[in-house]
Nanobody
Framework: QVQLVESGGGLVQAGGSLRLSCVAS????????LGWFRQAPGEERKFVAG????????SYADSVEGRFTVSRDNAKTTVSLQMDTLKPEDTAVYYC??????????????????WGQGTQVTVSS
């Protein structure tokens, strides 16, 4: 089992920044790919960004490429999502997730075995 706890969400004006963090506990943190997903009201949960256990492979959704940065600190069992130049359409609940296929970054929710409880991000115009 892996337990994931997100933090860092909040309310920010368009153009601003937020940094989300996800702390993992339980089984070996290093052997999981970590992903960030988001879900807006009435929409499906969608991939945002992901990073393999080694950090060598990083992937972003087209909608956040160049604005968001994902990173991980295996010593602290933490994965972060730096979100800059935020837009109102970034408003959603953001989820951290873990996939035991640690060598690839999947964009599919069904590939991730463990999920955090989510943190709300609201961007006002």
């Amino acid at each position: 089992q892996v337990q994931l706890v997100e933090s860092g969400g909040g309310l920010v004006q368009a153009g601003g920044s937020l940094r989300l963090s996800c702390v993992a506990s339980g089984r070996t943190f290093n052997r999981y790919t970590l992903g960030w997903f988001r879900q807006a009201p009435g929409e499906e949960r969608k991939f945002v960004a992901g990073i393999t256990w080694s950090g060598h492979i990083i992937s972003y959704a087209d909608s956040v490429e160049g604005r968001f940065t994902v990173s991980r600190d295996n010593a602290k069992t933490t994965v972060s999502l730096q979100m800059d130049t935020l837009k109102p359409e970034d408003t959603a609940v953001y989820y951290c997730a873990a996939d035991n296929k640690a060598w690839i970054v999947s964009r599919e929710t069904y590939d991730y075995e463990y999920w955090g409880q989510g943190t709300q991000v609201t961007v006002s115009s």
